[in-house]
């Protein structure tokens, strides 16, 4: 099992940043990849942003060059830098974690973009 833990949602005002952090805990492998996805009202959950173990990032065509993902050394956290927001970025955005033959979500934080 893995716990994945939430944190850094919130109001902000269109144009202005914010932090999600995500920290994940108990049965981790060294090789996986951890990740954000978010779900607006209505619509099908979406992936923002994901990084594998080794570095390597896969962004939603919709954040490039205003979110910027990592993660820290030991590969147990992941940060999302949301700069640039916009109306369309509110949404819960969800922790992902996938092992090699699992898949964990957090329980969802939100960010909601208004002035």
């Known amino acids: 099992q893995v716990q994945l833990v939430e944190s850094g949602g919130g109001l902000v005002q269109p144009g202005g940043s914010l932090r999600l952090s995500c920290a994940a805990s108990?049965?981790?492998?060294?090789?996986?990849?951890m990740g954000w996805y978010r779900q607006a009202p209505g619509k099908q959950r979406e992936l923002v942003a994901v990084?594998?173990?080794?570095?390597?990032?896969n962004y939603a065509d919709s954040v490039k060059g205003r979110f910027t993902i990592s993660r820290d050394n030991a590969k147990t956290s992941v940060y999302q830098q949301m700069n640039s927001v916009k109306h369309e970025d509110t949404a819960v955005y969800y922790c992902?974690?996938?092992?090699?033959?699992?898949?964990?979500w957090g329980q969802g934080t939100q960010v909601t973009v208004s002035s």
């Open positions: 990084i594998t173990s080794g570095g390597i990032t």
């Open positions: 992902n974690y996938q092992g090699v033959d699992n898949n964990y």
């Open positions: 108990g049965s981790i492998f060294s090789i996986n990849t």
